[in-house]
């Protein structure tokens, strides 16, 4: 079966019957995203490689946008997701690359204060630009273990997905050439030092606090994560210390950038001013999906 075929099931079967309860009760479309996990759709874009899709941008966007017509919520999540396996594809270890192929792997967005509309906000501006920065993340190294501090406003699927891609300043002050991160291209970074990570959703002291953000779609789980600090093994570093910012613009933003678009595309969609309603939040650590 096509993806575009398993892509009108899951949308007939899953996604639309409970559109409206994740909609107007803010509901995470849990349903709907093991559901796209088994249809293929959430490995579409990881390499053929990994027992991925192999897909590209504009299919991804595809999807997307047929996606937010019938719930925006889902759509999110989706946008966040493949703009997230952008990175993870080319820099995850192979068995994260593996869980993503599979489908059993939900990734979000977690970078400085990307939210669910692809850009960075500018705190206390109302502007909002494409520059990636450690966001106020520090990261602290002891031995084999580094210990993150932050908070993440705005992060998609928070407390729902399994990994976050998540930023902090580098804790050395070279910027090594990052290959890959531009087709064609290698170079340094002149954005400052930025380190990517992959947190799991089960690192400890990885939360989800009471009060949400007010962003997103509604059901998106758009909310704050917070890090006091969470600790992460060294190895979760996603590229070089320091190599995050070309990463981040030679890699994640392209993608990011025309998934937006093609939920802006949709009347429905959160860039049109839809907001959370009727989400009831609680403290609660980040478990992640754990989907099969």
């Known amino acids: 079966m096509s993806y575009r075929s398993s892509l009108s099931k899951v949308l007939a079967d ?62 999110a999540v989706l946008t966040s997701h493949f703009a997230a396996v952008a990175a993870l594809g080319v820099y995850g270890n192979l068995w994260l690359r593996g869980e993503i192929a599979a489908g059993r792997h939900l990734a979000t967005l977690a970078l400085g204060d990307i939210g669910p509309e692809g850009l960075l906000a500018e705190e206390g501006t109302g502007r909002r630009h494409l520059w990636p920065g450690g966001g106020g993340s520090t990261a602290v190294r002891s031995g084999g273990v580094v210990a993150l501090r932050a908070r993440r406003r705005a992060v998609v699927a928070a407390g729902e997905a399994d990994s976050y891609l998540w930023s902090s300043e580098a804790w050395e002050t070279s910027r090594p050439t990052v290959p890959q991160a531009l087709p064609g291209r290698s170079r340094r970074t002149d954005r400052g030092g930025v380190t990517l990570w992959v947190v799991p959703a089960h690192a400890p002291d990885l939360f989800v606090p009471a009060r949400p953000d007010g962003a997103g779609p509604g059901g998106s789980g758009t909310s704050t994560v917070c890090a006091d600090p969470v600790l992460v093994p060294a190895d979760a570093m996603l590229g070089p210390d320091g190599g995050g910012g070309d990463i981040v613009l030679g890699v994640v933003r392209p993608w990011l950038l025309e998934l937006t678009a093609a939920m802006a595309a949709n009347p429905g969609s959160a860039l049109r001013g839809a907001r959370l309603r009727g989400r009831a939040f609680r403290d609660r650590p980040v478990a992640g999906r754990g989907r099969v």
Do not use: H, I, N, Y
């Not at 803010?26 to 996990?37: E, M, Y």
């Open 14 to 75: 899953v996604v639309a019957p409970a559109a409206e309860v994740t909609g107007e009760q803010g509901r995470f479309p849990c349903a709907a995203v093991t559901a796209l996990g088994r249809a293929g759709l959430l490995g579409l874009t990881a390499p053929t490689a990994d027992g991925g899709g192999g897909r590209g941008c504009a299919e991804a966007a595809e999807v997307v946008a047929r996606t937010a017509r019938v719930c925006p919520a889902t759509a």
